[in-house]
């Protein structure tokens, strides 16, 4: 039946109960049809659902759930509609099934190990499809496939209404990788106690019932968590899991899952409450409104596919008018751009011919950043520009292509706590690595992780019991300033330092930070690109027709620095005859040779920061015990002389 059809007859239901008010209590809620008007329903079948459906589809809750013309139901109190049904049929949730990405993702895993097809299939339909997948499982098939789903109208509606209202409390939290419990009974799980529930239980069929669980993180968990069986490169499983994407469990080594008895959950930030009294069903001019109310349009990151499957509508057989695919866009770029990092870009010192900096990246997601597939990725990009608009250094370039300037076709880019030349970019993502060790795109092949320095959320430690699915790989680990202050975890943030080089230049400039998110970088496409099959041919066109450009979420500036020709510390200033040795030194212990007398002796590392000021007294000085090279300044009453000194 048409969604058209259904709102119609809903319409008319409303109707007839709304003539029979004349002569009822509007309050007697369960008698608001005769026996014989729930006979003659029953008997033509308008509106119930077969006893044999497990699911209900988004259009058998449309004609209560959507658009009211009476703009009565699902209206705020600005008389914004804010309907269930519309705000979520633009939703990558609404769309996962016909997500032509993962279509294609799906087709470069089998065309890599054709052996796993049919496992395969069924492992990925069962969060893309999960409706069908369930369906087919319960009634005794051992594999769900994508041709299958493409005949099955439930499965296309992707995760559906019934999908998260009708997750059961049992296992809620603990079931991963598309293992989902259901409660078949033929129950719609909702926030609210006080409810009108005999339309949708003796016309539709289902009972809708209260329960605190629809607000509870675990509802996401069963699909934001997933774990995969790796193989070796000629397909065979090495016995060996790897974990492909852990948000839930990022959000459990977090402040957010820790704050006393109202946690911050998922929906609180994908499915925002408002405090507006919102009658939720339509046609029933009767109905209180309800509070909070929570919004539907469950907005992620990822806007370059919103708009990608928005320009694909008719190819994707999307029914959604482009309005509503833009509010959905929209909203998603405000998460994105207000809502996930704050940057702060500061001005630190001047070395030796070198200008310092830092860049602060917090967190304010209850996950890392980026989160979810590994695909996504945020990288840094860094300009100087002098006063007459040369530039004097880039870090984080975009080229022709999308791709990042530093980002490697084989390796990763390391994570950088200090970037000193143009081809070092930093790049937040997971990397993944098959049994070799070598770069894959492969979620089977997937074996290790040579990389994951995505920002931790605020709260997360190495020390949380969920830190086995959420671990930091490379550089990141070592790093002093990621997620950690004086040693403590838990910050949600980085600091990456910039150590640019001035080649001689004195003046004045200016100094620019951006972050930049990609969801579809060109790296992670290629290896799926050079191999064929429909869905990804199918795919390709749309990418290369899409508007690939990485999406600004925060920036910073600093302007009109006078950059001196070197630090003051560092000027030499006197004619004393100084002399330290041994340099280099592999002890760390430097003689100070000199008839003068040293007032002081000060150690700084190459950035300018102090590391101890010393009074010798016997005219030698101990080095860090950290390798590396340092500047030494020798006080005396005629001045300071400065020594740059190698501890190797």
Known sequence: MRISTISVIAFILGSIFLLSMVTSNPKDKFTFHTEAEVQYFAANNLL??????????????????????QMNGGIDEEGNDVNVHDAWRTSMMANSAKDPFWRAKVSHEILANPNHSLDLQTKCTSCHAPQGHYTALLRGAEHYTIEEMLLDS????????????????????????????????????????????APMDQFVGFKPLYSEHINDAGICASCHTLITKSVDLEGNYTGEKFVEQATYHEWLNSAYNDDGDDPKTCQSCHMKRIDDEVVISNNYLFLD????????????????????????????????????????????????????????????????????FSLSITNNTGHKFPSGYPSRRAFVQFVMVAENGDTLFTSGMINADFEVDGQLE?????????????????????????????????????????????????????????????KIYGEALGDEDFNIDNGIQGTGRDIVHYHVPM???????????????????????????????????????????????????????????????????????????????PNPTTLGKIQILTKEIITSVSIYRLDGKVISTQNPKNASITLPQEKGLYIITVTTPKGIKTFQILNH
Request: glycine share 6%; hydrophobic share 35%; net charge negative.
């Open 410 to 470: 084989n390796e990763e880019e390391p994570h950088f706590n200090i970037i000193k030349n143009e081809h070092e970019t930093q790049i937040y993502e997971l990397v993944l690595g098959d049994v070799n060790g070598d770069f894959t795109t492969l979620l089977e092949r997937s074996y290790q992780a040579l990389k994951d320095n995505r920002i931790p959320p605020k709260g997360f430690t190495t020390t949380h019991a969920s830190y086995d699915t959420t």
């Open 503 to 581: 080649n001689g230049y004195v003046g004045y400039v200016n100094v620019y930070s951006r972050i930049y998110y990609q969801s579809l970088p060109p790296k992670w496409m290629a290896p799926m690109f050079s191999v064929s099959s429909p869905e990804i041919d199918a795919f390709k066109t749309m990418y290369y027709e899409a508007d690939l450009n990485p999406i600004l979420m925060s920036k910073d500036s600093i302007l009109d620095i006078f950059i001196e020709p070197t630090s003051s510390i560092f000027n030499e200033v006197t004619d004393a005859k100084i002399v330290l040795f």
């Open 289 to 356: 409104g309800q509070s909070p109310y929570g919004l539907h349009d469950l907005v992620g990151g990822n806007a370059t596919m919103l708009k990608l499957m928005r320009d694909n509508k008719e190819a994707l057989n999307i029914n959604a008018e482009d309005s509503l695919y833009q509010k959905t866009i929209d909203k998603t770029l405000e998460m994105l751009i207000s809502e996930s990092i704050v940057s702060t870009l500061q001005y630190d010192t001047v070395g030796i011919d070198t200008s310092i």
């Open 154 to 197: 439930t499965a296309l509606d992707g995760v559906s209404c019934g999908t998260c209202h009708m997750i059961s409390e049992e296992n809620l939290g603990k079931q991963f990788s598309g293992e989902i419990t259901f409660d078949t009974n033929r129950v719609i799980y909702g926030p609210y106690e006080d409810i009108f529930s």
């Open 48 to 69: 119930t659902i077969d006893s044999s459906v497990i699911f209900p589809t988004s259009a058998n809750c449309s004609g209560c759930h959507g658009h009211d013309t």
